[in-house]
């Protein structure tokens, strides 16, 4: 949309910053905000494209890993968000793809400590980190050898 320099309904070259309200659904909940849009001097036409949706998309994810969220519906949502297919994020996780598939429908509740998981993958993406992934590939092969690991100088920390 920053490309477009002309109104394409009458031509005219004045197009002025604008923004319009949106809303998205997620599970039960409605998420509601403002997109960005261009408006046309001339002849009031508005203009939108997919990113204001997308970045409404991600504050909604944003919200739901903060405070919280346990339906089929939002698992998928985050999942997704998290850039995850369901079988990766089973192989992730150690359960089976089927498990996701359960929890996804609501047959089965996920735990707590799997939806922080969702969620803290989730906001990883948002945020462009890999941390939560590497850390469930660490902990899916845990090393075995070698028996003693140099951990070099270290300073103790004071104690406030
Ligand atoms: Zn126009």
């Known amino acids: 949309m920053e490309s477009m320099k002309r109104c394409v309904e009458c031509g005219a070259s004045g197009l002025r910053r604008g923004s ?3 809303e998205g659904k997620v599970g039960p909940r409605k998420f509601l905000g403002e997109v960005e849009t261009l408006v046309c001097r001339r002849c009031g036409e508005t203009f939108t494209d997919g990113a204001g949706g ?12 903060q405070h919280g969220f346990a339906t ?5 949502f985050m999942r997704k968000t998290a850039g995850l297919r369901a079988a990766d994020l089973a192989e992730l996780l150690g359960v089976s793809a089927e498990a996701v598939s359960h929890w ?10 799997t939806l922080a998981t969702i969620a803290a993958l989730a906001l990883d993406r948002i945020d462009g980190r890999t941390t939560t992934q590497e850390r469930l590939c660490a902990f899916g092969k845990p090393p075995r050898a070698p ?14």
């Not at 996804?104 to 400590?113: C, F, I, L, M, V």
């Open 20 to 22: 319009e309200p949106a």
């Open 54 to 65: 997308v970045a409404l998309e991600l504050a909604a994810a944003r919200w739901l890993a």
């Open 72 to 76: 089929g519906d939002e698992i998928r």
């Open 104 to 113: 996804e429908t609501g047959k089965h509740r996920a735990d707590r400590g």
């Open 147 to 160: 028996k003693a690991v140099k951990l070099g100088a270290q300073r103790a920390a004071p104690i406030a």
